[in-house]
C-alpha cells in the first residue's frame, strides 16, 4: 500500500489550498480514505474521512470550510481547504483502511506528510 500526498504549501489566511493523495497497491475502491494532521507539539487529529461509497466524515474543526472528495477512475483523494486559519497550520497525511471507523481512527496505512502553513 502506497499513499502519496501533495499539495501543501504557505497561504495567507482567508486563502485556499487543495490536497491530494494518489494511492496505489490496493483495490482503491474497497477502501476508505481519510486525512489528519499534526501541528508542532500537538498530536495527530483527524480531519476528514471518505467512504468507497463516498460517504463524508468531518471534525468540526473543518466542518464548512474542508471538502473531501474522490476520483476512483485515478486512485486519488482530494482535500479542498477554504477560508483557512493560521490554526489550520500542520502536517497534513492521508490514510487508509477498509474500515471506515478505522479510517476516523487508527487507519492502517500512512502516506508522507505535506506542510501547510497559514500566516496571518
Known amino acids: 500500500v502506497q499513499l502519496q500526498a501533495c499539495g501543501g504549501g504557505l497561504v495567507q489566511a482567508g486563502g485556499s489550498l487543495r490536497l491530494s493523495c494518489a494511492a496505489s497497491?490496493?483495490?482503491?475502491?474497497?477502501?476508505?480514505i481519510g486525512w489528519f494532521r499534526q501541528a508542532p507539539g500537538k498530536e495527530r487529529d483527524f480531519i476528514a474521512a471518505?467512504?468507497?461509497?463516498?460517504?463524508?466524515y468531518y471534525a468540526d474543526s473543518v466542518k464548512g470550510r474542508f471538502t473531501i472528495s474522490r476520483d476512483n477512475s485515478k486512485n486519488t483523494i482530494y482535500l479542498q481547504m477554504n477560508s483557512l486559519k493560521p490554526e489550520d497550520t500542520a502536517v497534513y497525511y492521508c490514510?487508509?483502511?477498509?474500515?471506515?471507523?478505522?479510517?476516523?481512527?487508527?487507519?492502517?496505512?500512512w502516506g508522507q506528510g505535506t506542510q501547510v502553513t497559514v500566516s496571518s
Open positions: 490514510a487508509a483502511d477498509p474500515a471506515i471507523m478505522a479510517v476516523r481512527t487508527s487507519p492502517n496505512y
Open positions: 497497491g490496493f483495490t482503491f475502491d474497497d477502501y476508505g
Open positions: 471518505i467512504t468507497w461509497g463516498s460517504s463524508t
